[in-house]
């Protein structure tokens, strides 16, 4: 059987970290879906359709994943895609607790959709979407931290105002 894996979230946008998690994931599994959450009481910076596309051009050359935009309950979406495992990435301690509660409420909604953990390349650990979004806008290089599309994307936001 082959083993599906969600890696959800609202990758707004997507960073050289989360890239580095998705290729571990696609080392374990036979397929990984990168599932983008709207997440709308977040206010994005890029709009859904914005992040789908800078996603699919961020992953484009990395066998085995796709990306999709999904709707509603996380476990609800990975149960329609037949997807055993949900992935996410952990950077620091601080993460964890967040972590924790989702996965341990995603166990609960539905005990056979598996939750891992997989850390980045250290060099990442510090990159975060927002942290990339503040650097951008006060006129900072994140050449390092994302990929060239999103570091275009992000100027011509800026550029719009
Ligand atoms: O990248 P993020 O913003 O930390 O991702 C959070 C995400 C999208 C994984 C989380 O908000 C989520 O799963 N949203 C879908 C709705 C849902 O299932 N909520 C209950 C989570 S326990």
């Not at 709207?38 to 914005?50: D, I, R, W, Y």
């Not at 484009?60 to 935009?69: D, L, N, Q, W, Y």
């Amino acid at each position: 059987m082959k083993t599906v894996a969600i890696y959800p979230g609202s990758f707004d946008p997507i960073t050289n970290g989360h890239l580095d998690v998705l290729r571990r994931a696609t080392s374990m599994f036979d397929h990984v879906i990168v599932g983008i959450a709207p997440n709308a009481e977040k206010h994005p910076l890029f709009t859904t359709p914005e992040r789908l596309a800078l996603t699919r051009a961020a992953i484009k050359g990395i066998r085995r994943a796709s990306v999709e935009e999904f709707d509603g309950l996380l476990v609800d979406y990975a149960q329609r895609k037949k997807a055993q495992v949900l992935v996410r990435g952990l950077r620091a301690v601080s993460d964890f607790e967040y972590e924790f509660q989702m996965a341990l409420m995603n166990r609960k909604l539905a005990a056979r959709v598996e939750t891992i953990f997989l850390m980045p390349k250290d060099e990442y650990t510090f990159i975060s979407s927002r942290l990339v979004k503040e650097v951008a806008m006060l006129g900072g290089n994140v050449s390092d931290f994302v990929p060239v599309v999103v570091q275009k994307a992000l100027k011509a936001k800026i550029a719009a105002g």
